[in-house]
């Protein structure tokens, strides 16, 4: 079965710090996204990413996030000056269409 | 915009009863519909979807879900649950004129308590 793959699982920042989340999708798959998940709420929708480029963002996506699909097989979310509301579980998803929706099993952010 | 409301934050049920878990999204068109299960600190399991066609939907582990256009449901059921089971539910709605684009709407889970 293939699987979304996202390294690490845990990561401990200071405020201020930047920070990248890394993910490696399935390989055939076409689109790209992150969600987050703050300890005890929903899983809620970051970014989509589609042919290179961001197809749609949430309200949450501000100008501190960003994401890069650096060669084939990476797909990254940067979080350029990390706050204390940014600790959270982060999941990586890739899927062909709605068809084959694969969510990795997260990274866990901690901010300090 | 979509949305999911899953009414039951908490649910008890004992080892070997059956299990209904609901949902009921918001979407003006024919969604695409998801259930996922989350083990405490583990990823989001997907147990089932629905696109279209047979609106009775057949999971993994013995789940099923039903779409309801009519009552904009689609409500998760096992016949018999296992201590296993117990675990955080999600629904989410998918937009099916996004192509893919656009992201899931989640509801904001059930948290499933078997009791032995």
């Known amino acids: 079965e293939p699987e979304v793959t996202q390294t690490p699982s845990h990561q401990v920042t200071q405020m201020g710090q930047e920070v990248i989340l890394r993910c490696v999708p399935i390989?055939?798959?076409?689109?790209f996204y992150w969600y987050r998940q703050i300890l005890g709420q929903k899983v809620e929708f970051l970014v989509s990413f589609y042919n290179n480029e961001i197809s749609e963002k949430s309200e949450i996506f501000d100008d501190q996030f960003s994401v890069e699909r650096p060669d084939g097989s990476n797909f990254t979310l940067k979080i350029r000056s990390t706050k204390l509301e940014d600790s959270a579980m982060y999941f990586c998803?890739?899927?062909?269409?709605?068809?084959?929706?694969?969510f990795g099993s997260g990274t866990r952010l901690t901010v300090v | 915009a979509q949305s999911v409301t899953q009414p039951d934050i908490h649910i008890t049920v004992s080892e070997g009863a059956s299990l209904e878990l609901r949902c009921n999204y918001s979407y003006g068109a024919t969604p695409y519909l998801f259930w996922y299960v989350q083990s405490p600190g583990q990823g989001l399991q997907l147990l089932l979807k629905?696109?279209?066609?047979?609106?009775l939907v057949q999971g993994i582990k013995g789940f099923e879900a039903e779409f309801k256009r009519s009552q904009s449901s689609f409500n998760l059921r096992k016949p018999s649950v296992h201590w296993s089971d117990a675990a955080e539910y999600f629904c989410?709605?998918?937009?099916?004129?996004?192509?893919?684009?656009?992201?899931?709407?989640f509801g904001k889970g059930t948290h499933l308590i078997i009791q032995p």
């Open positions: 390989s055939n798959h076409l689109y």
């Open positions: 629905y696109f279209s066609g047979d609106t």
């Open positions: 998803a890739s899927s062909e269409g709605f068809s084959g929706y694969t």
């Open positions: 989410a709605v998918g937009a099916v004129t996004g192509g893919g684009a656009d992201g899931l709407t």
